[in-house]
């Protein structure tokens, strides 16, 4: 900076000292183009490297905090200081979720064309609110998004040509809501919208269904203890005998039975609900099924897997997340329903402002009216580009190959009798434990964590600490795996002694 207070940018670009009306300076499109091309490669190395940095970071509370300027710059400054910074200041503070021994929680997937596709709607900068703010951003999502009902081989009513339809929610909690304020609306005739939420409205789910349908209940004004959560069988599923007495119960008591969220794929330990069963009942009794497959419904790529989503033609409501194990950037979950009518009537709202010629004409489709927000991001683009990238095929070898590792890793941890898998795993997520106490296992997995070398994380099954082993990165390798599992036997060996 100089005397003036005039400011040069690291391109040349002069900017103007404070007060006055000059006009504000933007990056060129040159520096711009220079500089994308920087973080293009810097994205590239990071990709090269993450194998090498500790999976679970080590920072401690507010570290990296303290590390940042107490204030923000009054001036602009270089661009190449501040991706410097990312690298010194940021990183040390990253769990490296794309680390091929990232075997924490569930996936959060990241590819080339999606990081492309990703950064092209960033670049187009579209609100697709209305299909009048963009058209192409509306038809586009209902295109790929009735390509996925093909790819999965999903029910054909979730289809657009149909009365159904599906649409990108930010995550599967918000599927999830949505799901349950479309099914509130149906069973109210549309007075809980009127009045506020019927207080007689009872909801179901298991007791391994994901906190997300609580915290969905709790928001929908039906309160936590509305939401019923239904035992389990000995692989963690929901019982629908014990869903019946439970919905007979609540009927004798005077209450009103309206929504089921079934899970494909638990996050505990990938319990499969028996969603035929269910959806039998569902359809007696006149409740909605909504069927949350966030992880595995992936799997469904691959029709030796589609198993999974048996019984998925009685729902009325379906979602999983392409941003968990379908190599698409977060945020990207696709939720379908089989009359789109009900979800447009719980959360259509049309004040004047956004009234267009487009939208009278009823011949388009405003995603505002699909979701919680107004605004909404060009997310299609992203999924479009990789399934065209990888092509359906591609797709699937992603998901044979993560589920052969995982089932090869169950394998090993099946024939070490120091260990035991706590059930068979269906896909891609094993759950273990070492034939101890939970302190111990609590040890080991802590362990583990701080070596760095890979990330596992734990849950409770049968009222007991398990560890779950997670496969879906892609650049996991078999390698990683064969390491990860050496790493565990001889943390192993070193907080059971004995065995
Ligand atoms: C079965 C299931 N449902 C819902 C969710 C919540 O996902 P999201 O972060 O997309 O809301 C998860 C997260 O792991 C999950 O496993």
């Known amino acids: 900076m100089d005397a003036e207070g005039t400011q040069t940018g690291s391109q ?31 994205v590239a190395d990071y990709f090269e490297r993450v194998a090498a940095y500790p999976a679970l970071s080590r920072a401690a509370p507010g570290e990296i905090r303290a590390g940042l300027p107490a204030a923000p710059p009054e001036h602009g400054e270089a661009f190449a200081n501040i991706l410097a910074d990312v690298e010194t200041k940021i990183l040390p503070g990253i769990t490296h979720w794309q680390s091929p021994s990232f075997f924490a929680f569930f996936p959060a997937n990241v590819s080339g064309p999606a990081i492309l596709g990703e950064l092209l709607a960033s670049g187009l900068g579209v609100q697709g609110m209305l299909w009048a703010t963009s058209p192409a951003c509306t038809e586009l999502e209902t295109h790929v998004l009735d390509w996925v009902v093909d790819m999965l081989g999903l029910p054909p009513r979730f289809k657009s040509s149909g009365s159904g339809g599906g649409v990108i929610q930010d995550t599967a909690s918000s599927a999830t809501l949505c799901a349950l304020l479309a099914a509130r609306e149906r069973a109210t005739g549309g007075e809980s919208n009127r009045r506020g939420c019927d207080g ?6 298991s007791t391994q269904a994901h906190s997300s349908v609580e915290k969905a209940a709790r928001i929908a004004g039906l309160g936590s203890e509305k939401l019923r959560l239904v035992e389990v069988d000995e692989r963690f599923a929901l019982r629908p005998e014990a869903l019946e007495r439970r919905v007979a119960a609540d009927r004798a008591l005077g209450l009103v ?19 035929q069963a269910i959806g039998r009942l569902c359809a007696r009794e006149g409740l909605w099924l909504h069927v949350d497959a966030a992880m595995s ?16 033609e009685h729902a009325d409501s379906y979602c999983f997340n392409p941003h968990k194990w ?12 089989a009359d789109r009518a009900s979800l447009i009537g719980a959360l259509g709202i049309l004040p004047e402002y956004l009234r267009n010629q487009a939208t009278a004409s009823g011949q388009v489709i405003d995603y505002r009216d699909w979701h919680v927000p107004l605004g909404r991001r060009f997310r299609a683009l992203k999924l479009w580009f990789v399934i065209r990238w990888y092509g359906v095929e591609g797709l699937r070898r992603h998901v044979r190959h993560t589920v ?5 890793f169950a394998r090993w941890v099946a024939a070490d009798p120091r260990f035991e898998c706590v059930v068979p795993p269906p896909l891609n997520l094993v759950c273990f434990r070492l034939r101890s106490s939970d302190a111990v ?29 997670c496969v879906g990165q892609p650049q996991t390798e078999e390698r990683h795996v064969r390491e990860a599992w050496q790493r565990i036997q001889e943390e192993a060996a070193l907080v059971q002694p004995s065995c």
Not at 200 to 205: G, I, N
Not at 257 to 273: E, K
Not at 445 to 463: A, K, P, V
């Open 12 to 42: 040349g670009t002069v900017r103007p000292g404070a007060g006055g009306t000059d006009p504000p300076v933007h990056m060129t499109p040159e520096e711009f183009r220079l500089q994308g091309r920087a973080v293009v490669d810097w």
């Open 297 to 312: 419904g992936t799997a469904a790529l691959c029709p030796e897997f589609r198993g999974i989503h048996a019984g998925l």
């Open 257 to 275: 039975p309206f929504f089921v969220c079934a899970t494909v794929g638990t996050t505990s330990s990938n319990a499969i609900d028996p969603v």
């Open 441 to 469: 296992n609590q040890d080991l997995l802590e362990r583990l964590n701080r070596s760095g070398e890979l990330y596992l994380t734990h849950t409770r099954l049968d009222d007991r600490t398990v560890l779950r082993f």
């Open 200 to 205: 007689r409205l009872v909801a179901y789910a």
């Open 404 to 408: 052969h590792l995982a089932q090869e």
């Open 326 to 337: 379908m190599l698409t950037n977060f945020d990207c979950d696709c939720f379908y329903v």
